[in-house]
């Protein structure tokens, strides 16, 4: 899988039109994940005791604003390094190793990978083509084949 210029340049732009407003939008894409598959919520330690209100819960909207993060600037990376680098606050391998404890398998992936697509295209309709999600889906299936190949 190879991000063309044109692909990074359309996640770039697109986040861009989001990032003032990606807490709300990140947060979006997370409970979509929790309408779509309810019981994925007990995959999440940080979730598991807390009697807070998922769109209430800091540590919910600091995770999904991490993997929101992530998933633009690895349309980035792809194209400058060729690989897919997740920040100096942590590594692939802890991704893919946090990842396999959790249990977390194909289709949660890819229903992410489907919660992550509809928020964008809430979030910037006036930009949604076929292109913009064929964009970020590539983006999002370089990072996660980067961390299932840790697995």
């Known amino acids: 899988m190879v991000i063309t210029a044109k ?3 359309l996640v770039v732009n697109s986040w861009n039109e989001m990032k003032d407003d990606a807490p709300t939008f990140a947060l979006k894409f997370f409970l979509r994940l929790f309408e779509i598959i309810p019981s994925a ?5 940080f979730l598991r005791d807390s009697s807070l209100p998922l769109d209430k819960n800091p540590k919910l909207k600091a995770h999904a604003m991490g993997v929101f993060v992530m998933t633009c600037e690895a349309a980035t990376q792809l194209r ?9 606050n942590t590594s692939v391998h802890h991704l893919a190793s946090v990842h396999f404890k959790a249990g977390i398998a194909d289709v ?6 489907f919660a992550l697509l509809e928020t964008i295209k809430e979030a910037v309709p006036y930009m949604w083509s076929e ?4 964009a970020w889906s ?3 299936d370089h990072l996660v084949v980067a961390i299932k190949n840790e697995m």
């Open 7 to 9: 692909q990074e340049a």
């Open 41 to 45: 919520v007990k995959r999440f330690s």
């Open 80 to 88: 400058k390094t060729g690989r897919v680098d997740v920040g100096a």
């Open 108 to 113: 949660h992936f890819e229903v992410l990978k």
């Open 131 to 134: 292109e913009l999600k064929e």
């Open 138 to 140: 590539q983006s999002y």
